[in-house]
């Protein structure tokens, strides 16, 4: 007779559900990120615009001081600690990527994560440079570093958007639908404890009312 306690340990797979991974407040950031960089830089060639265009410019700095208070005392997903990775771990995810083996992650895959902090850098850069030459009486290469922060913040926004789609494709799952619902395929010990919905609400006040101020 086989003896019982020779048998391989076979552990139970954690059963998946759609369970919620991006609070409400990543949510709010990311669509009003995705309105002001849109707008800012639909308005940018207009002075008739340059209302919009300024009030949109200050807004995603706002959402940008907003996003790195967030991502150290924000929910599990929404953590710099959470989804940063070093180059080593970044490298060996871009070569799985190349052979269609990366692994699924709930969170911002590595290579996604660094798209992430290029695009918080670029857009605080634009931002930033876009305060300083406001009053019109900047030195010229300050204009141009504005221009080429700007040109560079959508270049790697092409690439951000082509790697979700890239991303979801690999993995029969809508990143988008994710970004918009907060939720995922995933086991529940994944899963967020809070939505956090309260501050999103106070978010989208917020910008209302500071574009109502800037009238
Ligand atoms: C329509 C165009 C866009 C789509 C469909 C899109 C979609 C997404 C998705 C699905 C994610 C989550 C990725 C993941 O699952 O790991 C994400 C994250 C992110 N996207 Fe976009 N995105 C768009 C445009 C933009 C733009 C214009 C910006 C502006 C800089 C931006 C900045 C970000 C940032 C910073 C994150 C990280 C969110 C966080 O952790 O707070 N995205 N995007």
Redesign the pocket.
Known sequence: MSDPSNAPVVKPTPPEAEVLV?DVP?RV??WL??F???GAWLSAESERWRWWHETLGYT?LGLMAF?FV??WVGSR??RFAD?VRPPSVVWAYVLKMLRLRAPR?V???PL??W??LA??A??TLTGVSGWLIADGDAPGWLEEAHELAANA?IA??AV??L???F??WLHREN??R??LTGR?RATADQAIPAAWAGLGVVMVVAVLWFWWSQR
Request: hydrophobic share 60%; net charge positive; aromatic share 10%.
């Open positions: 991006w990543v950031f990311h990120l995705v002001s960089v849109a995603t996003r967030w991502g997903h929404a989804f992650h969170g911002h895959n996604g994560a798209a992430v695009l918080i670029l857009t913040l790697t926004i951000h958007v790697g979700v789609l991303s979801g990143l988008v994710a970004m995922k």
